[in-house]
């Protein structure tokens, strides 16, 4: 991925999250998926009142994308902050264990790449082995 293409990634990003459902944590999340084609499908967090049915942004951006046919991925980037907070976010926000567990599903965790940012500037990048190690797969059913 080029440093544009990332950048156009953390920008849909950014735009996903204004859409956020957090009115109980006012944790606002939003998550940018890019397909082996090049095709962005994107997710924001939406949450409920009885707490256990939310769903973070990233599986929202997988849940979207799968229900479409897609089925490889290579990058997904991925922010959150405060819902006050709007163009940047002051921390990086990693996905939560069960969101790299569903990434681990559709991704060659040497290849996907995770991007956790600040702004469009101000990012990290990881690859899924490092952030779920020793995973578990299809391959080792
Ligand atoms: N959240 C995400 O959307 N992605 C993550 O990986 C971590 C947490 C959401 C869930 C909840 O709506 C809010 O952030 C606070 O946990």
Redesign the pocket.
Known sequence: MTEEEKKELIREAFKARRN?Y?P??H???G?ALKTKEGKIYTG????NAAFGP???????AFACAVKEGEREFVAIA?V?GKAEEKEEVSDF????G??RQVMREFADPDEFVIVVAKSETEAESHTLSELLPYGFGKENM
């Open positions: 956020s957090s109980y944590s944790f606002a999340v998550a924001s967090n939406m949450e939310g769903v973070c942004a990233e599986r929202c991925v959150g926000a990693y996905p939560c069960v969101c």
